[in-house]
């Protein structure tokens, strides 16, 4: 079997890649894989129990697990729950016995955070193949979250420093991503990309659905309840665009239409969006049922990002009955069919798609059995099973 150290980016927040990296977890677990994930710690708040000894490692038949903690004041924060330890390097020694004791035939990071950095630089120190997925347009990030900066600019040089950050953020990352042996990526546009800037092998790498636990039947509102109900569900940051559904808003006010938002999530952004949206219900972090009743409890997922590389939330929602709304760029645009099972749009194309569907119950019955069935092909197995495959073929090692 292919024995996998796997170093994820995030793990216990609330993120893509987090749920991507649980679910890669219970897979291994499923099928008996002998497993190490070396994850950080969640960080906690003050009053909160820690785990004990969290740089021990910690084994449950073939599955090992190894939690790091991240420090104060040497960590910063990325996002509400999600910080970067400049100095995590620190985890080298109890991160390198683990790898000894486990002794992987692949070592997998899923970007340049500071788990990523430790785990590339075991997989050089011990000799281990890399591997890379690629889960973060961290360049698009990079050019939203420097906008305050740019304020002090001329606003004719906003865009072309915008530009210039984007780029060279691409430019490092991708010569990070060089190091690795074989590469995995959600998109093709991604995959072409990355197979061109690394002269390495990329394999696709999208993401699974538990259509069981997300699904229409979850949907509690009664049937002569003719609210209609726009929704989100994702992190409240600026790379989300999530301040355009005040526009949104407006623009549909204007057109005498008056839906109510529900907002599922958290983020430095949510102050502004509680202060500046009207009917709007803000329900924090939800998970499991509750998560799965709110998709079903809505009549159309609205998802304004531009930098999104694949969008799981936009998958959670088609299981659950829900059409989507997405823009023409980045990665969920490959999920959502034009038309039949949702809309995808450029900003100015939102407000029309809404109102489409709110004067048309006839199309929105339509769209709602067509975003069901097209989840139901969508296995978590077959995700992972074709990652195993990536390995076999890069590295040529046996499966079994």
Same mark, same amino acid.
């Given at each position: 079997?292919?024995?996998?150290?796997?170093?994820?980016?995030?793990?216990?927040?609330?993120?893509?890649?987090?749920?991507?990296?649980?679910?890669?977890?219970?897979?291994?677990?499923?099928?008996?894989?002998?497993?190490?994930?070396?994850?950080?710690?969640?960080?906690?708040?003050?009053?909160?129990?820690?785990?004990?000894?969290?740089?021990?490692?910690?084994?449950?038949?073939?599955?090992?697990?190894? /939690?790091?903690? *991240?420090?104060?004041?040497? @960590?910063?924060?990325? !996002?509400?729950? $999600?910080?970067?330890?400049?100095? +995590?390097? #620190?985890?080298?020694?109890?991160?390198?016995?683990?790898?000894?004791?486990?002794?992987?035939?692949?070592?997998?990071?899923?970007?340049?955070?500071?788990?990523?950095?430790?785990?590339?630089?075991?997989?050089?120190?011990?000799?281990?193949?890399?591997?890379?997925?690629?889960?973060?347009?961290?360049?698009?990030?990079?050019?939203?979250?420097?906008?305050?900066?740019?304020?002090?600019?001329? /606003?004719?040089? *906003?865009?072309?420093?915008? @530009?210039?950050?984007? !780029?060279?953020? $691409?430019?490092?990352?991708?010569? +990070?991503? #060089?190091?690795?042996?074989?590469?995995?990526?959600?998109?093709?546009?991604?995959?072409?990309?990355?197979?061109?800037?690394?002269?390495?092998?990329?394999?696709?790498?999208?993401?699974?659905?538990?259509?069981?636990?997300?699904?229409?039947?979850?949907?509690?509102?009664?049937?002569?309840?003719?609210?209609?109900?726009?929704?989100?569900?994702?992190?409240?940051?600026?790379?989300?665009?999530?301040?355009?559904?005040?526009?949104?808003?407006?623009?549909?006010?204007?057109?005498?239409?008056?839906?109510?938002?529900?907002?599922?999530?958290?983020?430095?952004?949510?102050?502004?969006?509680?202060?500046?949206?009207?009917?709007?219900?803000?329900?924090?972090?939800?998970?499991?049922?509750?998560?799965?009743?709110?998709?079903?409890?809505?009549?159309?997922?609205?998802?304004?990002?531009?930098?999104?590389?694949?969008?799981?939330?936009?998958?959670?929602?088609?299981?659950?009955?829900?059409?989507?709304?997405?823009?023409?760029?980045?990665?969920?645009?490959?999920?959502?069919?034009?038309?039949?099972?949702?809309?995808?749009?450029?900003?100015?194309?939102?407000?029309?798609?809404?109102?489409?569907?709110?004067?048309?119950?006839?199309?929105?019955?339509?769209?709602?059995?067509?975003?069901?069935?097209?989840?139901?092909?969508?296995?978590?197995?077959?995700?992972?099973?074709?990652?195993?495959?990536?390995?076999?073929?890069?590295?040529?090692?046996?499966?079994?």
């Amino acid at each position: 079997m292919v024995r996998v150290a796997y170093f994820p980016d995030s793990f216990h927040e609330v993120n893509g890649v987090a749920h991507t990296s649980r679910h890669f977890e219970q897979y291994a677990r499923r099928h008996g894989l002998p497993f190490l994930c070396v994850r950080a710690e969640l960080r906690r708040e003050a009053g909160e129990e820690r785990i004990q000894n969290p740089d021990r490692m910690r084994r449950e038949g073939e599955l090992w697990s190894l /939690e790091l903690g *991240r420090g104060w004041p040497t @960590s910063f924060r990325l !996002d509400k729950d $999600l910080n970067f330890d400049a100095f +995590f390097m #620190r985890h080298m020694r109890a991160a390198s016995r683990a790898v000894r004791a486990f002794r992987p035939d692949v070592i997998h990071i899923t970007g340049p955070s500071d788990v990523g950095i430790l785990g590339a630089w075991l997989a050089w120190r011990h000799k281990i193949p890399l591997a890379a997925g690629w889960h973060t347009n961290l360049h698009e990030y990079a050019g939203r979250r420097v906008d305050w900066l740019l304020r002090m600019l001329h /606003e004719a040089k *906003r865009p072309i420093a915008r @530009s210039a950050v984007e !780029d060279a953020t $691409l430019t490092a990352t991708q010569r +990070f991503y #060089r190091m690795a042996r074989v590469t995995f990526a959600p998109n093709q546009e991604l995959v072409k990309m990355l197979e061109e800037a690394t002269g390495k092998p990329c394999h696709l790498m999208q993401r699974g659905m538990d259509t069981e636990l997300f699904s229409p039947l979850r949907r509690t509102r009664a049937a002569a309840d003719r609210e209609f109900v726009l929704g989100y569900v994702g992190r409240l940051s600026v790379e989300k665009n999530i301040l355009y559904l005040q526009q949104l808003q407006n623009e549909l006010a204007m057109r005498g239409l008056r839906p109510r938002f529900l907002i599922v999530g958290q983020g430095m952004e949510e102050g502004w969006l509680r202060e500046n949206l009207r009917d709007t219900e803000f329900a924090g972090v939800l998970r499991g049922e509750q998560l799965a009743k709110a998709y079903a409890n809505m009549d159309l997922f609205v998802f304004p990002s531009h930098t999104d590389t694949f969008g799981n939330v936009v998958l959670e929602a088609l299981a659950s009955g829900v059409p989507a709304l997405v823009t023409a760029d980045g990665g969920p645009k490959f999920l959502v069919e034009d038309g039949v099972t949702g809309f995808v749009r450029n900003d100015a194309g939102f407000a029309g798609a809404v109102e489409e569907l709110m004067r048309s119950p006839a199309r929105h019955a339509e769209m709602r059995a067509a975003a069901r069935e097209s989840s139901l092909s969508r296995s978590w197995d077959g995700v992972f099973a074709g990652v195993y495959a990536g390995y076999e073929d890069a590295f040529k090692v046996s499966p079994s």
